[in-house]
Structures are given as structure tokens and as C-alpha cells.
């Protein structure tokens, strides 16, 4: 492995530089896929890959590459580093951020040291990651995968009623080319770990080995608006508190199951939505996750029976439109030693251990030999404004991806 270092200032002040881009009157950090927030994040990656002197390529929906070739490997599959800087709401300045702009410094400290890889090295920075605005979640890197159609994808239409690819053409990041490189020849992504394990054991480093499968379903409950003050509670068929004996089900059933399922209702939305009226509609999403393929699908069901038992009992009328749903991950052993690997000659303790979030590189596991490396989140929080990563564990995953990389760039 390699005695470089990266250069600790130049990325601990470009995450922090990338983390005001986005904040709204009362300081919310927000970049939701294809926002105007969203273009000036875009703005400021481009031009730091084009400062590095990097080939910048955007690819039809909206991923930006940025790429290190040299005449010497130029016929060479790159070795492909990334994650992406789209946030959810009120979000904190790593999710994602801390990957790509790392990526770019293990590009810029290889190259201001001289070396000369066998294969190209390059960054991505994924479109809509977060899948907040337009369902699916991690979808700029689905299409790159192949799991997704550039024209279906682009076809989205977002919470808001906007058209993805027409939002994409709005901020300038519609690009020309087809999905970005046909295959890498190796994926790396560094991430906050965004749970309390690695800081719960002390442990700096995580060499992730697999990645629970994601279930999206948005559920649409009709029931009959009427006078909240005339209509006696056995006349009812009230659709918001049918939603909400859903969300109990869920919830009881996750929190007395012995196993990792874990279930989350993050959004929700009653009609007409007023203080005196019965909701006659409540519509709500379900993210299910389970690092267990059967499981998953054990949970789906059971969530299916439950709606379609409450819809009978109550005589309403129960809809659900499935938003994302992804297999579990099992990601590439040898990289995965490749992190340990690194850690260890570094000095620092490693974790084999499962991502219980989604992430980018669970799309490009499809086309190449992927792996993540995560550091910890103190408190384990994410998705949060609170969300904190020390400097010294931010540079010591950098300095690991970068050996890493150096390590696959030399095969
Ligand atoms: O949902 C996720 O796990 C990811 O943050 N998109
Ligand atoms: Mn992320
Ligand atoms: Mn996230
Ligand atoms: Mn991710």
C-alpha cells in the first residue's frame, strides 16, 4: 500500500465549502435531485474536477464524471470511485458529499504524486441518490447500471408534479452521453456509516460486505369525508385512522420481531386536510428493509394481507403502488479485503459489516466489482443536521480508499 496521504485540508474544506450550497432562510441544508440548490452543488463539484484538470462528462441523466486518463492506460476499464451530493431534506454535509469529493482527492493527490496507474481512475457523483424528490432512490446510478431506462428515468415525475428530465435540461446537467462508462473495472464508494455501530465498538473503519434489500410502496386509503362534529365515531370511515392503525401495525410488528426488519411511514398526507373534516383520503409510503431476501419479501406480504383485511373490516377502499424495491447486496470479497487490507497497514481497526442504508454502490455492484468503505457517524445519526463525522476519522477513510484504489488501479 502506498505511504501517500491525502491532502486533509483540501477536502475537510471542501466538504464544508459543499455544505452551505443548499441552505435555505433558516439554515436547512437542502439539495433535493435537479433543484436550483441542486445545480449550484453541481456547479461547484464541476468546477473542482475541471481545477483538477479532469475530463468532466455528463451522461443523459444528469451523472457528472470526472475522469484521470493518460495516454499509458487510456484502453483501460477506469476504476471508478463516487457516491453523490443530492441531499434529503434538512440534511446533514456527508451523506454522500464525503464520498465524491474524496474520490476527487485520491485522483488529485495520485496525480500531483506522480504515479502512473494501469487503469484510469474516475469520479462520479450519482443523480438523485436520495430518491426525495423522484422515486426510485439511488436512480442516476440504476440507469448507469442498466436496472433502469435513461428515457423512463427521465420520464419521472416528481412529488411536485415536475418531469425529471425536464428539470435535468432546466439546471444545464441533461447531458449528451448514453449512461457514463459501459463497465468499470472496479467501484469504490466511502461513506458515513449514517448508524451507531463503528462508533459503538470504536472501531474507524468499515469494509461493508453486503447491503439490506429496500422495499418503497406508497399506500392510498379512501375513506368518506364528513363533519367532524355531527357524525357519531360507529358512522365513520375515517381514512386517517385507518392510516394510522397501518403505521401501528408496522411498527409493533418490527419493534417485537426478533429479527433486523426495520419499517419507516416518512411521509403522509390526509385530504381535505382540515381540522373539521373526517379525512376521506390518506395517502402514506412504507420503506421496508431486510438484509434477507426471504424476509423482505415475508414483510411485504404481511403488509399486504393486513391492508387487505383493514379494507374488508372497514369497507374502504385500499391502493398501493410499489415506488422502489431492491434485492439485498453481497458486495466484492477481494475488495472488501482490499479495505481491511488498507486499515491494517494504516494501523486502524476495520468491521466486516452490512449497510442498513441504500446506496450507489449497490447499482454498480451489478456491472463490476464493488465494495464500500465507511467511517463512523458519531450518535449514529444521518439524515439529520446533526449528522458528525471527526476530521481524523474523514481523512483516515479517505487515506483507505486511497490505497484502495491505487491498489485496483495497479491490477
Ligand atoms: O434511502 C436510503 O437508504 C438512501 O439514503 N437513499
Ligand atoms: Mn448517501
Ligand atoms: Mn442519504
Ligand atoms: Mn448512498
Not at 11 to 25: C, F, P, Q, T, V
Not at 136 to 160: F, K
Not at 197 to 222: C, F, K, Y
Request: proline residues 4%; charged residues 20%; contains cysteine.
Amino acid at each position: 500500500m502506498s505511504a501517500l496521504s491525502i491532502n486533509a485540508e483540501r477536502l475537510l474544506n471542501r466538504i464544508r465549502a459543499l455544505g452551505e450550497i443548499g441552505r435555505d432562510s433558516d439554515g436547512r441544508l437542502t439539495r433535493l435531485a435537479a433543484s436550483d440548490a441542486d445545480k449550484a452543488g453541481r456547479d461547484r463539484l464541476v468546477q473542482w474536477l475541471r481545477e483538477a484538470e479532469l475530463e468532466v462528462v455528463v451522461d443523459r441523466i444528469g451523472n457528472i464524471f470526472g475522469i484521470w486518463r493518460d495516454a499509458g492506460n487510456a484502453e483501460n476499464a477506469p476504476v471508478l470511485v463516487g457516491s453523490h451530493i443530492d441531499t434529503v431534506i434538512d440534511a446533514g454535509i456527508y451523506d454522500g458529499c464525503y464520498g465524491v469529493l474524496s474520490g476527487l482527492e485520491v485522483i488529485q493527490t495520485l496525480r500531483e504524486a506522480g504515479t502512473a496507474p494501469a487503469h484510469p481512475i474516475a469520479v462520479a457523483a450519482f443523480t438523485n441518490e436520495e430518491g426525495v424528490r423522484y422515486a426510485p432512490d439511488m436512480m442516476g446510478s440504476l440507469v448507469y447500471a442498466g436496472g433502469l431506462s435513461v428515457d423512463q428515468a427521465l420520464a419521472t415525475v416528481g412529488t411536485d408534479g415536475s418531469v425529471l428530465g425536464e428539470e435535468l435540461r432546466r439546471i444545464g446537467y441533461a447531458g449528451a452521453d448514453g449512461p457514463g462508462f459501459s463497465k468499470p473495472h472496479a467501484y469504490v464508494e466511502l461513506h458515513v456509516e449514517q448508524g451507531p455501530v463503528l462508533e459503538r465498538e470504536g472501531v474507524p473503519i468499515g469494509a461493508v460486505e453486503n447491503l439490506q434489500g429496500i422495499s418503497w410502496q406508497r399506500v392510498t386509503i379512501e375513506g368518506v369525508a364528513n363533519h367532524a362534529g355531527t357524525t357519531p365515531m360507529s358512522m365513520r370511515s375515517d381514512a386517517g385512522h385507518a392510516a394510522a392503525r397501518v403505521i401501528a401495525f408496522l411498527y409493533d410488528r418490527a419493534m417485537t420481531s426478533n429479527t433486523p426488519t426495520v419499517a419507516t411511514v416518512g411521509c403522509i398526507a390526509f385530504e381535505p386536510n382540515a381540522i373539521n373534516v373526517i379525512p376521506s383520503r390518506a395517502t402514506f409510503t412504507v420503506d421496508l428493509r431486510d438484509p434477507d431476501a426471504e424476509r423482505l419479501r415475508a414483510e411485504e406480504a404481511a403488509l399486504a394481507s393486513y391492508l387487505h383485511d383493514l379494507a374488508a373490516a372497514e369497507d374502504m377502499t385500499i391502493a398501493t403502488e410499489r415506488l422502489a424495491r431492491f434485492e439485498p447486496v453481497t458486495f466484492d470479497a477481494r475488495i472488501v479485503g482490499l479495505i481491511e487490507e488498507a486499515a491494517t497497514m494504516r494501523g486502524l481497526a476495520s468491521k466486516r459489516m452490512t449497510s442498513g442504508a441504500g446506496h450507489d454502490a449497490q447499482m454498480v455492484a451489478r456491472v463490476a466489482p464493488a465494495a464500500m468503505i465507511f467511517v463512523p457517524s458519531v450518535g449514529g445519526i444521518s439524515h439529520n443536521p446533526r449528522e458528525y463525522t471527526t476530521d481524523g476519522d474523514l481523512v483516515a477513510g479517505a487515506n483507505v480508499l486511497l490505497d484502495v484504489v491505487q491498489r485496483l488501479a495497479a491490477d
